[in-house]
């Protein structure tokens, strides 16, 4: 019996087929992998935010989809809130003279003495990040902005993210989109979760 003998054209047509089967193998592995994916969405990492106030004016839309959160765990539940009231406020009456919030987004509600309750009002809340610079320079930073995706048209390319100078906003999975500093009370923590 005679041994046949290995070519190099023999070596050069095992190689191409070689290589088109780990090609033809990676691209159907790509495709599994794009249709297993999950879906991403934008967030603002509260850790990295500097509340520019950006959010608020260059949103696509009218009103921007970023609202306050308040982490209610956090929370001192301070009579002087650096978030709710604006620096070096002297009476601290609810007037909208001492508010920080524009639109009056944030309803101060008396707990028992000392202490207040800080409620975002959301429908109100703008995204401009005033209370939030607030909150994390005269308190312990439970006021933070989260992008709201039943609002948010998830851009491919976000328009705030492309001016953000901290570049806070990034994609997140779906199944987790909110990224909170503490906890919220049972009732506002529902609210959010169902509506993602």
């Not at 959160?69 to 601290?92: E, N, Q, R, T």
């Not at 707990?111 to 312990?140: H, M, Q, R, W």
């Not at 989109?177 to 529902?190: L, M, N, R, T, V």
Request: net charge neutral; aromatic share 8%; hydrophobic share 35%.
């Amino acid at each position: 019996m005679e041994k046949k003998k290995y070519t190099r054209r023999d070596f050069i047509n095992s190689g191409a087929r070689i290589s088109a089967a780990v090609a033809i193998g990676g691209l159907a592995a790509l495709t599994l992998r794009n249709f297993q994916t999950e879906e991403m969405v934008w967030q603002i990492d509260p850790f990295k935010c500097t509340q520019c106030g950006r959010c608020a004016s260059n949103c696509v839309l009218p009103i921007s989809a970023v609202k306050c959160v308040h982490a209610y765990d956090l929370c001192g539940y301070c009579d002087l809130c650096g978030g709710y009231f604006k620096p070096g406020v002297k009476d601290l009456h609810t007037g909208a003279e001492n508010q920080l919030c524009p639109t009056a987004a944030i309803e101060r509600k008396y707990i028992e003495e000392p202490y207040f309750e800080y409620i975002i009002k959301e429908d109100l809340c703008i995204g401009c990040g005033k209370c939030v610079a607030g909150c994390t320079s005269f308190g312990n930073g439970s006021l933070h902005l989260q992008i709201r995706h039943d609002e948010c048209d998830n851009c491919n390319e976000c328009a705030i993210a492309r001016v953000c100078p901290s570049d806070a906003i990034k994609r997140v999975p779906a199944s987790t989109p909110y990224i909170i500093k503490g906890d919220f009370i049972a009732e506002d923590k529902g609210k959010w979760e169902n509506k993602a």
